[in-house]
């Protein structure tokens, strides 16, 4: 089957630090890629995607580059804000129809907390 | 652009009572999921509509049912209530074709006593 694995949190951040959080993912297909951020107390709300083998997907300083050779699609910030403290969720989706329409795999999630 | 709406926010329910969740997508999206977010098992797809027919399920039992009206708009229906149906319920939609993005709402808070 499918899965998204991320790497373990929290991750406790100072102000201007750098980030990376790892996913890596399982496919039996060809998937897209995507970051999700949730701030407390709301909804998903989609942050970077990545469609096909090497495409960067990139949002408000969040970077994520699709490696299909180490099935992995990290995400980086090279200087977080305190803003920037939420929960983040690596998901795929096969791009196939059938049992894949509106299914996203989500990772587990990795809450990060910045500090001032 | 509105984004997607999901009714009600919050509500509390009785064990053994059923309950309904609204969800209006993005103007022109055509397919609507649903998630179900708790902090044990994370989230959980639970079906997908396109034009008012489910395309795809996830592995839920048959108390949780949704339907699709020829607007796009969205209900899901979980019945019977079970203490472990609190959680977090995530609506999303998308244009509905393969790679599509798909974009969730605020989600409905459920939790049933």
């Known amino acids: 089957g499918n899965s998204v694995t991320q790497m373990e949190g929290p991750v406790t951040l100072s102000e201007e630090a750098f980030l990376t959080i790892n996913c890596t993912y399982t496919?039996?297909?060809?998937?897209?890629l995507f970051w999700y951020v949730q701030y407390p107390g709301e909804g998903l709300q989609l942050l970077l995607k990545?469609?096909?083998?090497?495409d960067k997907g990139s949002n408000k300083g969040f970077e994520a580059t699709y490696r299909k050779e180490t099935t992995s699609f990290h995400l980086e910030k090279g200087s977080v804000q305190v803003s920037d403290s939420a929960v983040y969720f690596c998901?795929?989706?096969?791009?196939?129809?059938?049992?894949?329409?509106?299914?996203?795999?989500f990772g587990q999630g990795t809450i990060l907390t910045v500090h001032p | 652009k509105a984004g997607v709406t999901q009714t009600p926010r919050y509500l509390i329910k009785t064990r053994g009572q059923q309950v309904t969740l609204s969800c209006s997508p993005i103007?022109?999206?055509?397919?609507v999921s649903w998630y179900q977010q708790t902090p044990g098992q994370g989230l959980q797809f639970l079906f997908e509509?396109?034009?008012?027919?489910?395309?795809n399920k996830g592995n839920f039992p048959g108390r949780f049912s949704g339907r699709q009206f020829s607007n796009s708009r969205s209900e899901m229906n979980v019945s019977t209530l079970e203490l472990g149906d609190s959680a977090l319920y995530l609506c999303?939609?998308?244009?509905?074709?393969?790679?599509?993005?798909?974009?969730f709402g605020e989600g409905s808070w459920l939790t049933v006593v």
């Open positions: 999303a939609s998308s244009l509905g074709a393969v790679g599509n993005t798909i974009y």
């Open positions: 496919a039996t297909g060809y998937p897209s």
């Open positions: 990545a469609t096909k083998a090497d």
């Open positions: 998901a795929l989706i096969l791009n196939a129809g059938g049992t894949s329409y509106g299914k996203l795999t």
């Open positions: 103007s022109g999206h055509r397919s």
């Open positions: 509509y396109f034009s008012e027919t489910q395309r």
